[in-house]
């Protein structure tokens, strides 16, 4: 499916279109950089875990997933696998004081065995190295190609179970590439791992396609295309591939936000001569109204508890973020510092929102935290044309885009500043990232 | 008409536009008072009304991309003159038709960009109404910073993206 000939192109894209994304695996892959550290970071040395089984090993290196997913975090500084003297594969085998030696603070260790059907069982264990504690004991199985998920689930129950806050590095993200520009340009809807492996791709496009939102359930995205000519929005079920074009007004059709229920959507209309907030119901497609001023209002996204709409309005002659009831009413003005605060991104527990903050002609991510009280403001990103900050489930990292080279790029960087990790698209531009919900266990 | 009638005549209508509001009295002004600007068009048609092949040949038609100051939605004077032929066009032709595509340049959000490009849109469009064309001829398109004809990041390529483009749909 990914071999077509130029010629087709045309011809097959809207067959192609309505193909679920399964089918069409895409052969670029995202790259990936760690440009920061955390000097602060715990200390953890996650063991190579060898095959022990009697068929053909896996391909994938479930340690070493573990491993990059717990130092992107910027929480754990993981010890380099040149550095592991010492290689047991189960509890009763660890050296403690070669791991107080090497000032590790945890250590896992595991194996790899065979499960019937060709599927693989990964027994692993976590100790606290000083306590010569078991924390953890744990096995998952899976099919061949699922080990990178298996990994993924190994280290958020590490993070979980060290730091007390559910892990999300078994999530995805969603994110439109472009490849070529001016009357060549091809567009595409992508959805990947939370690390960037396995991307695949939802749709393609001969027209621009911007700001994929997940459903709540992880099932849909919600997304803007081009493809009518003017801009509209589809959601499309990322499995079955079904779509359905939800909103095609005259204007504007913009910014869909999926509310926290999955019920109704947050969306920017311009059908009244002017950008104004909208809650759709999914059901009815009734529209509600909920800002109504001359000024641009775009970008809603939810409050966890659905209650409440974020938005960027120029209301006040520069944009800045503002809330609203989610039943409509009058809006209050969120974000006071900088000029220019745009495209807010919410915590789950509301106590943090990201903004593309704006001053001269540079854009960075800056993020307010409202956890202490008084919101208190830093800078997540360096610039110069940083924007669309989007939330892990976990609010521990974000992801956001940028410009390099002239090119665009995604970033994910960990809440408190101290890890960025580059995943460029090898060929073409990175743009609009979104962090999916958590995945419900198999 | 000699060339100093032309030129004079140019100046007024450059004038009336200008006025923006008083661009009734453009309408009121018998047919050579509306003759287009440029001096290097060949002579109008005997009726003094714009045909199809003046989009490929007027001098004043051809130019179909209107650009803005940063952050900005208002209509620079120099773009004037651009409205005014082609809001005579949408008179001398009430079955022709023009989408407004609104562009802006790549900083700050891309969904409050096509904010933006609407509202350069819109500042397109009244200026054409106000100069006779009609609502129903026009509809505003906005592609916010999807559509950038230079991909640079520098000043001389952002104004070159802060642009509205008049794209006839039907002549």
């Known amino acids: 499916m990914t071999n077509r000939l130029p010629m087709r192109w045309h011809a097959l894209l809207l067959l192609t279109l309505l193909l679920p994304f399964a089918a069409l695996a895409q052969r670029q892959g995202l790259e990936i950089d760690i440009v920061g550290g955390n000097a602060s970071a715990l200390p953890i040395t996650i063991v190579p875990m060898p095959y022990q089984g009697s068929a053909s090993a896996p391909q994938t290196d479930v340690a070493s997933i573990i491993r990059a997913d717990l130092e992107r975090s910027g929480q754990f500084r993981t010890l380099p696998e040149a550095n592991i003297v010492e290689r047991p594969t189960r509890g009763a085998e660890i050296q403690y004081p070669t791991w107080r030696t090497l000032r590790q603070d945890y250590i896992v260790v595991g194996r790899v065995l065979d499960a019937g059907d060709g599927g693989y069982r990964v027994e692993y264990e976590l100790f606290d190295v000083a306590r010569q504690q078991r924390l953890l004991g744990l096995a998952l199985t899976a099919r061949a190609n699922a080990m990178r998920d298996v990994a993924h689930q190994i280290a958020d129950a590490i993070y979980e179970k060290i730091l007390g806050v559910r892990g999300a590095f078994w999530t995805r993200i969603a994110y439109i590439t472009q490849v070529g520009t001016g009357g060549n340009a091809r567009y595409a809807l992508m959805v990947a791992d939370s ?186 990103s360096p610039g110069s044309l940083d924007e669309s900050p989007s939330f892990a489930p976990n609010a521990s990292m974000l992801l956001y885009a940028a410009r390099e080279g002239g090119r665009g790029v995604l970033y994910a960087v960990s809440a408190d500043a101290r890890v960025r990790q580059r995943l460029v698209l090898a060929d073409g531009d990175v743009r609009s990232p979104a962090w999916s919900p958590y995945r419900n266990s198999r | 008409m000699n060339t100093a009638t032309r030129v004079l005549l140019v ?24 003759t287009p600007p440029p001096t290097t068009t060949p002579a109008p048609s005997t009726s003094g009304l714009y045909g199809p092949d003046d989009l490929d040949r007027d001098e004043c038609l051809r130019q179909r991309v209107v650009y803005f100051d940063l952050d900005q939605d208002s209509l620079k004077p120099e773009f004037q003159a651009i409205v005014g032929c082609h809001a005579k066009y949408l008179r001398d032709r009430p079955s022709a038709r023009i989408n407004l595509e609104g562009n802006a340049d790549e900083r700050g959000s891309r969904e409050y960009n096509l904010g933006l490009g609407e509202r350069r849109g819109n500042a397109v469009s009244s200026a054409l109404q106000a100069n006779g064309g009609s609502g129903s001829q026009l509809t505003v398109i906005s592609y916010g910073e999807e559509r950038p004809v230079c991909t640079e990041s520098n000043e001389s390529c952002w104004q070159r993206n802060r642009r509205v483009e008049i794209v006839y749909t039907a002549r």
């Open chain 1, 195 to 380: 690390d960037g492996f396995n991307p695949q791709t939802v749709v393609r496009s001969s027209e621009p396609l911007l700001s994929p939102a997940w459903s709540p359930d992880g099932q849909r995205l919600a997304y803007v295309s081009f493809e009518r000519g003017n801009s509209s929005i589809y959601i499309q079920n990322i499995t079955t591939g079904a779509r359905e074009l939800v909103a095609s007004f005259r204007g504007i059709n913009g910014s869909p936000a999926f509310s926290p229920d999955g019920r109704r959507l947050a969306l920017t209309l311009s059908r009244s001569g002017n950008p104004e907030i909208y809650v759709m119901d999914l059901g009815s497609k009734a529209l509600t109204q909920l800002t109504n001023h001359f000024g641009i209002d775009t970008e809603p996204t939810w409050s966890a508890d659905g209650a409440s709409v974020y938005f960027t309005s120029d209301r006040g002659g520069r944009p800045q973020v503002y809330r609203v009831a989610a039943t409509g009413g009058g809006a209050t003005r969120v974000t006071f510092d900088g000029t220019y605060n745009a495209t807010p991104t919410v915590s789950f527990d509301g106590k943090k929102i990201a903004v593309a903050q704006g001053s001269g002609n540079t854009y960075r991510i800056a993020l307010m935290d409202s956890s202490l009280g008084s919101p208190r403001w830093s800078m997540l």
């Open chain 2, 11 to 34: 100046s007024l209508f450059s004038t009336a536009v200008l006025a923006g509001c008083k661009s009734k009295a453009v309408q009121d002004t018998p047919p050579p008072a509306t």
